[in-house]
Every structure is written in structure tokens, then in C-alpha cells.
């Protein structure tokens, strides 16, 4: 593939105290494409995450987003370009309802200045009427409209988790980020994710998944990225990487296939 990619990540390393968290990482993610990064507890997973969205600094390295440089902007402003993130644990608002948390996460796109949400302008209100409509959907979309009043701390895990990727859609991204989605979810309900996740990916965006769940991540990726004690040992598709015989070392026998 030729296409400029959505990602771009380039000798990132960062350490702390003298762990080496990332040594060195590097990869690509096409447009459109799903692409699963994992590795056993503590590979460094999770602070590439960090590392990509700037949540903090890497020593050195550089992470290019549709071939422009983002290391160095804040997070908000790599959000603000269209790079959103999920958290291990859902961060659900829990004293909002399942309606309200998904227009927060419009909120910093909305256009209306602040002067004429203020004043409730008729424009300010079709573009309120707009992002509910799209909430709706979504909601519809997964099945969670019986839960649209109800408040977030009162859903199962199950529905949190798929609450917290509505709300990162709301945000209408090119690219997501989400940091292990399956986590505490039942079969039923990693069945449904692994569904949406495919319907987002039909829709263009570009998906990076840091998951423990490998049917899940066998099931959707195309491609799989492998960190081990902080470097990537292997990159392939599904079927490349459950027959590499680093990865299945690097797993200690865990079970690496879908089987
Ligand atoms: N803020 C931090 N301060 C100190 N050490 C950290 C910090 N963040 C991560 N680490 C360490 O860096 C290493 C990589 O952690 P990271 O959370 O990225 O791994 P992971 O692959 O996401 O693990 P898991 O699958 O268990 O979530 C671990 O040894 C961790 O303890």
C-alpha cells in the first residue's frame, strides 16, 4: 500500500526510573484498517497509547498522524485533529445519563461559539437536535436505546464499555485508540463489540486496539503489531503471527490462537 498512513510512529522509546517502558517502537497503520497491538502484562502497551496521544512526553521518537507531525501538540489538540482515545477503565460520566455521555463526547467539536449556545440561538439549537439524532442512532445502532436515560454508574460493564466507543464516535474521529475494549465483558457482549468495531471500521475509520481478548483480536485485525518487554518482536497478520514462534515464546504458551 502507497497511501500516506493514518498512523506513523516512529523509534519511540521512553523510560522510567531505568525500566525501558518502550524501546525503540516503531510501526504503520494504513486508512481504514484495524490493527491490534499486544503483548504479555507490562509489554509496554499501554504507554504507547500514552505516547501517541502525548498524555506524556516520549524521550525521543516521532509520531506522524495523516503525514503530519503530533508529537509535541497537547492532547486536547490531537483530539481536536480527529485522534481519539478509550481508557482501560471505562470512563463513563456516572451521574450523567447514557444520552448525555455520548454528547459530551461532541462537545469540543461543536461550532456554536459559546456566546450563541448561550443565547440558545434557533442555529445553536438545529445543531443540538443534530448531535441527539446521532446519539440515538449510535445508541439504536448497538442496542442500547432501553438505556438512554438511565444513568451510566447503573449499566452493566458490558454496556459501559460500548457507551465509552459511542462516545469516542460522537467525536466523529479518523482514527480510535482503544485500550483493551473486551475487558470484563462476557462472550455475548465481546461478540457485539467485536461487531461494532467492525461496522466502525466500514465506515473508514482507522482502528488501533490494544486487547488481551485474542479471539477478538484474531477475529478483526488486519494486522497485529506485538511488543515484548518493550520492543516490537513481530508484526504480521492473524495467520503470521499465531505461527511466529517468537510470539508464542513471547507468550509462555498462552493461548495465541483462536482455537
Ligand atoms: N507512569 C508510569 N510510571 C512508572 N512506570 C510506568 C508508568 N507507566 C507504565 N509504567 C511501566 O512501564 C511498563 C509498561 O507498562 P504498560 O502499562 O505500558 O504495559 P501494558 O503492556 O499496557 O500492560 P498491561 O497489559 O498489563 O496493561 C510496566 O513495567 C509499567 O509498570
Not at 187 to 204: Q, S, V
Amino acid at each position: 500500500m502507497n497511501s500516506i498512513p493514518a498512523i506513523d510512529v516512529r523509534g519511540l522509546n521512553r523510560s522510567f526510573g531505568g525500566l525501558r517502558a518502550t524501546a525503540n517502537v516503531s510501526f504503520s497503520i494504513q486508512q481504514g484498517t484495524v490493527t491490534a497491538l499486544i503483548g504479555p502484562n507490562g509489554a509496554g502497551k499501554t504507554t504507547v497509547f500514552n505516547l501517541i496521544t502525548n498524555l506524556f512526553p516520549a524521550d525521543s521518537g516521532e509520531v506522524d498522524f495523516h503525514g503530519t507531525r503530533i508529537d509535541g501538540l497537547s492532547p486536547v489538540e490531537i483530539a481536536e485533529l480527529g485522534l481519539i482515545r478509550t481508557f482501560q477503565t471505562a470512563r463513563v460520566f456516572p451521574g450523567m445519563t447514557v444520552l448525555e455521555n455520548l454528547l459530551v463526547g461532541r462537545h469540543h467539536k461543536v461550532r456554536q461559539g459559546l456566546l450563541q449556545q448561550m443565547l440558545w440561538l434557533p442555529s445553536a439549537q438545529r445543531e443540538e437536535a443534530s448531535l441527539r439524532e446521532r446519539a440515538e442512532a449510535l445508541l439504536d445502532l448497538v442496542g442500547l436505546s432501553r438505556y438512554r436515560d438511565t444513568h451510566a454508574a447503573d449499566l452493566p460493564m458490558g454496556a459501559k464499555k460500548l457507551v465509552e466507543v459511542l462516545r469516542a464516535l460522537m467525536a466523529q474521529p479518523s482514527v480510535l485508540l482503544l485500550d483493551e475494549p473486551a475487558a470484563g465483558l462476557n462472550d455475548t457482549e465481546t461478540a457485539e463489540l467485536a461487531a461494532l468495531l467492525l461496522a466502525i471500521r466500514e465506515t473508514g475509520i482507522t482502528i488501533l486496539v490494544v486487547e488481551h481478548n485474542m479471539s477478538l483480536v484474531m477475529g478483526i485485525a488486519d494486522q497485529i503489531v506485538v511488543l515484548e518487554a518493550g520492543a516490537v518482536i513481530a508484526e504480521g497478520t492473524p495467520d503470521e503471527i499465531q505461527r511466529n514462534p517468537r510470539v508464542i515464546r513471547a507468550y509462555l504458551g498462552e493461548e495465541v490462537s483462536p482455537c
